[in-house]
């Protein structure tokens, strides 16, 4: 399916909770980019991780935070400080720096209940 | 930082006809344009994509243009058909690989 799985495909937080999405990807690829998908705006990127041990904030970080312990694996925690985390949440990965394109998960989709 | 302005937002074409999207981005130094394709529902995908040494990219019914001087780029496609409707993404990025994307396109093609 592509070679970069996201679960859940849905989830529902509660307020004042964290929750946090899973990235897979068995692509062998360096770079591995959170973007966060809205109505009308387009793809914004939160974090992003060229390579093992080491991640960089995007446009949107406040909020969430992630980890990168296996190049296989970022996953991205979504805290209580995230005012309106209610979207579309796209994991990304690519070989490595370049110009190369993205190969994307089939995303989760976050809902604040 | 980059900044990238895509163009319209919605288009709606006759099948058959032609659809022209058009970006511009802000970071001369930006070198690599693709772009996605979001049917409903789905993950984005690649469908094409340009370097800056390129003025012009075919592929079939799709082709994107790029103009450096005024830092804008285009998608072009031709003989539309029902299934091309979806939400298109145009990105750019420099050697960082970091792609920045624009708000989107969504084309509906009627038969």
């Known amino acids: 399916d592509g070679g970069i799985t996201q679960s859940p495909k849905y989830l529902f937080r509660k307020e004042g909770q964290n929750v946090t999405l899973s990235c897979e990807q068995n692509?062998?690829?360096?770079?591995m980019y959170w973007y966060r998908q809205d109505p009308g705006q387009g793809l914004r990127l939160i974090y992003y991780?060229?390579?093992?041990?080491?991640?960089q904030k995007g446009d949107i970080a406040e909020g969430y935070s992630v980890s990168r312990e296996k190049k296989e694996s970022f996953p991205l925690t979504v805290t209580s400080a995230q005012k309106n985390p209610t979207a579309f949440y796209l994991c990304?990965?690519?070989?490595?720096?370049?110009?190369?394109?993205?190969?994307f998960g089939s995303g989760t989709r976050l809902t604040v209940v | 930082g980059e900044n990238v302005e895509q163009h319209p937002s919605t288009l709606s074409v006759q099948e058959g006809d032609s659809a022209v999207i058009k970006c511009t981005y802000s970071?001369?130094?930006?070198?690599?344009f693709p772009w996605y394709k979001q049917e409903l529902g789905k993950r984005p995908q690649l469908i094409i994509d340009?370097?800056?040494?390129?003025g012009e990219k075919k592929d079939q019914r799709i082709a994107v243009t790029l103009n450096k001087t005024a830092k804008h780029f285009s998608l072009h496609i031709t003989e539309t058909q029902p299934e091309d409707s979806a939400v298109y993404f145009c990105?750019?990025?420099?050697?960082?690989?970091?792609?920045?994307f624009g708000t989107g396109t969504r084309l509906q093609v009627f038969p």
């Open positions: 990105a750019a990025s420099k050697d960082t690989d970091k792609l920045i």
């Open positions: 990304a990965s690519t070989i490595g720096r370049g110009q190369y394109g993205y190969t």
């Open positions: 340009i370097r800056s040494n390129v």
């Open positions: 970071d001369s130094a930006s070198n690599y």
């Open positions: 692509l062998n690829h360096d770079a």
């Open positions: 991780s060229q390579i093992v041990n080491d991640f």
